[in-house]
Structures are given as C-alpha cells and as structure tokens.
C-alpha cells in the first residue's frame, strides 16, 4: 500500500498539491514536518502529524523532523488570538532536546537510505541578516499574497504584529532551505498549516524562475503541501485536552498512568477515527476489533487496544504494563503487590481526592496496635472511637493495603509502607490515606 492509500483509509488525508502523489510515486521522497519548541514536550495534538512521518518512513521514504529553533522564538500565528510570548534560547534549546528524545520513539533514525533526520532551523538563520533576509526571501512575496493566509486574516481584526505577519516567510524559507540542501521536495502538516506551507512551494517556484507551467500550459511544481486533518471529537471539539489541559508525552507531565486513562475514557464515537489515526494497527485488525466491540461495548475494547498501542510506543511496554495495574487499584481489583509495584506520583494520581491523614513517624512508631492507628493516632479521621473501630473490625469491614484483617492486635511494624510512606486504609467500600510524614 502506497503512502496516499494508507492515510486515505485511515482518514489521514486533508488536502495536497496537485503532483504529490506522482513524485511520491516516482521515487524515495524527502518530506518534512516542524515541531514548535515552546514547551519541553510534545503532546497528544502533535501525535497526528508525527503519524504522517510514521507512514512516511513505513512506505520506504525519508522524514525529516524539523524542530523552530528560530521560528520558535517569533511564534506561529496560526489558530492564535493573541500573540505568544518569547522564550528564552537556553529555553529552547532544553525543549528542543526534549523533543528530540519522543521523536526517536516514533522514528527510526538508523535505518540506511530513509533514515529519519532531525533539523534545526535556527542553524540557518542565526546568521542570517535583516538586509539578507529581505533581500533573498521578502523580496519574492507580496504583501497581498501575505495577507491573503487565513492565519493572517483572522488576526486582522484584533491586530497582528509584523513579527508574526512575517512568520509565513520564515517558514517558506525552510522548505526552500530543505529543498537546495535535503532535497526535500514535501511539506506536511495539520490542515490548519496549509497556507503556511503553501508559502513555501510559492517561495521555491519564484526562486528557482520557474514559472509553473510546462510547454503545455498545465501548472508544475517541484515542491509539494500534504496536510492531515486536525483531529476533534464528535462534539466538534478539539481533541487532546483533559480536564488538566495538554495531554503531554512526557512522564514527568503528564503521568504514563493519566496518559494510559486518556485513552481508555474516550467515547465509543470517536474511537473510530482514533484507533485509524493513531495506531498502527491494520485495516483488517481494526475492523475485527471494531466487530468484536459492537457485541460487548461494555468491554471497551477498542479504547484498549489505542490505549495499548500508543501508551506502548510512548512510554514502554513496562510502564504501559504498570499503567493497566494502576487502572486495576481504580477499579478495585488490586492486590498488595500491585499497590507496590506502583511509583509514588502514579499512587497519588490514582487516589486523588481520598482523604489523608498525615502523622509523624514517632506517633506511627507509638502505636501499639492497628487499633491504634485507625482510631486514636489519626485522631479519629478514620474511625471515631476505638469502638466504632473495634466493630468494623470484627465485621471484616477494614482493609490494609488492599488486604482484609480483622486483627485489632496487629503491630504496626507488620504493615508494608507503600512508597516507604503510605497506608491505603479500607473503610468499606472507601479508602483513607496515611501518610507518614
């Protein structure tokens, strides 16, 4: 299957310039996609075009990653209402490295001829003057070609700084840099980037004096756009977002266990789309797994298998591993050993919101008993008295760690601390925290 028939049949297709599947056709084709550095990680929003080079390097081609260094410091204002405020080159830098990490596990960098590259465009442009600039690159636009972008039109209105009028110019020049330097003949992108990369194809014709006809009058060109559409729910919302904001790729943002419940918690609806877009399954696995869901939706299977696949590729099979242990606490069915498999910032993610109670560790070492504990050392917040606590007990109502006892004697000393700091305390069919403190 060619590049263009799998992002068809996966819905990946938005628009492309008329010649792109032929040169794709033609021979090993170089493309590329830019990553804005202005956080340390990519997110989930980002994972749709990364899907692009994906299926790029899979059909036998070569992707280029291109991370703004430069452009970064501008700002895109694309889908923007206001404009986006400066970073820091040290900023940037420490971003672009990051970046750099969550690439590689989409991308083989190590595989001969369509080995994946990652550029950086501020190698170009940091020695590039205001007068050169305007000589080589501003030079060939109009300014009614400039305003005419959707980006730039839509901020007319609540005004848009000559920074960011001019950014469609830095972005044209990168494709006509990739183009002379990588002969890299596509650009690809989120459908809202279309006129942005069509800025560069502009750029590249009017540079290289080609006038875009051939002897026959037909429009051609040697630099091509492909966009991908942007992903939103079936409420027509953007999709990517939870309650806390970004979904990131990076562990220590957005935990691999809220990464993993992401993915488990989307709606039957959109799933469909999802599954296409953002797994690597095959049409015919997807359409099985679609059959088997519609029998028991209740099962969730196909919110399993994204949730498999992508936590997989993004964090490890490890952590997608400890991600479905964690979601097993959520649901009530853990044991002891899987409370402790888990690392400190999943546990507190998963029990967040139960109530705890914080003791020192002499008051914790003066118990002389778990009756102790749970009644008169947490001053009551678990239990009121240790006859209310003596009678949950004796009703086999208490559990510790996941555990049940109903021995009121049991030392302190027996009790196995999770993270080396917390006892998860069954109360019924609700939990408690101590945390030693």
């Known amino acids: 299957m060619s590049f263009i028939e799998e992002l068809q049949w996966r819905g990946m297709l938005h628009q492309m310039m008329p010649g792109t599947a032929e040169q794709l056709d033609k021979e090993m084709t170089s493309a590329y996609i830019g ?12 994972l749709a075009t990364i899907m692009l080079l994906v299926h790029l390097q899979r ?3 070569k992707p280029y990653a291109l ?28 971003n672009q490295e990051g970046i750099r990490k969550q690439l590689e596990k989409f991308l083989d960098f190590n595989s001969g001829a369509n080995s994946a590259e990652m550029v950086n465009n501020y190698d170009w442009f940091k020695d590039f003057g205001f007068l050169q600039f305007l000589r080589e690159v501003g030079k060939y636009l109009t300014v009614n070609y400039m305003s ?58 009017r540079k290289e004096n080609n006038d875009g006809s051939d002897a026959d009058g037909e429009v ?79 099962l969730r299977l196909v919110q399993k298998a994204i949730a ?7 964090h490890g099979k490890e952590q997608y591993e400890l ?31 139960v109530p705890q109670t914080t003791i020192s560790k002499a008051d914790f070492d003066a118990c ?12 009551g917040e678990i239990y009121a008295s240790k006859g209310e606590a003596k009678r949950a007990l004796q009703g086999n109502a208490v559990s510790i760690n996941k555990v049940k006892t109903q021995d009121e004697k049991m030392a302190v000393s027996e009790i196995s601390l999770l993270s080396g700091k917390y006892i998860l305390i069954g109360k019924g069919k609700k939990n408690h925290i101590v945390e030693l403190g």
């Open 35 to 46: 990553f804005d550095p202005t956080a340390k990680s990519l997110h989930i929003g980002n």
């Open 59 to 61: 059909a036998g081609h």
């Open 67 to 94: 991370v703004g260094g430069a452009t970064g410091m501008v700002g895109d204002p694309s889908g923007k209402s206001a404009e986006r405020q400066f970073l820091d080159e040290n900023i940037l830098r420490e």
């Open 148 to 205: 005419s972008k959707d980006s730039v039109k839509n901020r007319i209105t609540t005004g848009i700084s000559y920074t960011e009028f001019t950014y469609q110019l830095l972005q044209g020049y990168d494709f006509y840099h990739l183009y002379k330097h990588k002969n890299v003949r596509i650009q690809m992108g989120g459908s809202d980037q279309w006129g942005n990369i069509t800025t560069g194809t502009e750029l590249i014709r």
């Open 220 to 298: 051609e060109y040697s630099a091509y756009a492909l966009t991908t559409p942007l992903v939103t729910k079936a409420d027509g919302t953007k999709f990517g977002k939870s309650e806390g904001g970004n979904v990131w790729l990076d562990p220590n943002m957005t935990s691999p266990y809220e990464f993993y419940q992401f993915w488990i918690n989307q709606a039957d609806e959109d799933c469909k789309r999802l599954i296409r877009v953002f797994t690597l399954l095959s049409k015919e696995e997807i359409e099985k797994l679609e059959a088997e869901h519609a029998e028991a939706p209740h």
């Open 308 to 314: 498999e696949d992508v936590t997989t590729r993004v």
């Open 323 to 353: 991600a479905v242990k964690a979601s097993e606490v959520l649901y009530g069915k853990a044991t002891l050993e899987t409370l402790q498999s888990l690392d400190e910032n999943t546990f507190k993610k998963i029990f967040d919101g």
């Open 368 to 379: 002389h008993s778990l009756l102790d504990l749970i009644s008169v050392t947490t001053n």
